[in-house]
């Protein structure tokens, strides 16, 4: 166990719909990213929040949206959803920007039908 | 087009055998990253070599990097059933990439009893 954990666990919406979903970071990171994992596929980057400011991006429309909150823990907003945002959303903390090893939470399961 | 590709797709062994998987990348790094993800769930963190280290131990596991080929390689001694899982490698790039990881498609290990 990490120590990060992630809610729901799983989830169904349909298309349209729009969704969050939440992280809450080991004790003593204040650094959140996110990745979404489509099936037999690695993990993309989505972006990455560091004391409460997004710190980079990766190549994902403007509808998936985050925030940080004061405790570091993290949320992932999707609107509009797609039936190819179904997939395995993981979030990983670290601290404070290091190039170090992250640590992932068991990630939510988002189903769009 | 992702940064690591792992090499093979899928890996069956028995137990005892050793199980080795490369990867490689494109771009230059500041470190790489193994992870190991078991039946969809969250990624666990194995093991971390810089740009500047060549080899790397810990436990049964094994990793080298050839920084000038743009590879790697994750070995796996003496392995045991609970070894079967999708294994990664992550590659976090220097600069102003702060700490985005970019991970490859994975190998599927599958340990025989």
């Known amino acids: 166990e990490t120590g990060v954990t992630q809610s729901p666990t799983h989830l169904i919406k349909t298309r349209g719909q729009q969704v969050t979903l939440r992280c809450s970071s080991q004790s003593g990171h204040n650094t959140v990213s996110w990745y979404q994992q489509a099936l037999g596929q690695g993990p993309q980057f989505i972006f990455q929040y560091y004391r409460e400011e997004e710190n980079g991006r990766g190549n994902f429309p403007p509808r998936f949206s985050g925030l940080q909150f004061p405790n570091y823990s993290s949320e992932l907003n999707v609107n509009a959803l797609e039936l190819d945002d179904s997939a395995l959303y993981l979030c990983a903390s670290t601290r404070g920007g290091e190039r170090n090893e992250q640590f992932f939470g068991p990630g939510t399961r988002l189903t769009v039908l | 087009s992702q940064q690591g590709e792992e090499d093979p797709q899928a890996l069956s062994i028995q137990e005892g055998e050793n199980a080795t998987m490369n990867c490689s990348y494109k771009?230059?790094?500041?470190?790489l990253q193994w992870y190991r993800q078991n039946s969809g769930r969250g990624l666990v963190h194995l093991i971390l070599i810089r740009s500047n280290e060549r080899e790397k131990h810990s436990g049964r596991l094994r990793v080298t990097l050839d920084t000038s080929k743009k590879s790697s390689s994750l070995l796996i001694t003496a392995s045991r059933a609970a070894d079967t899982a999708s294994y990664f490698c992550?590659?976090?790039?220097?600069?102003?990439?702060?700490?985005?990881?970019?991970f490859g498609q994975g190998t599927i290990l599958t340990v025989h009893p």
């Open positions: 992550a590659t976090n790039a220097g600069g102003t990439s702060y700490g985005k990881l970019t």
């Open positions: 771009t230059s790094i500041n470190n």
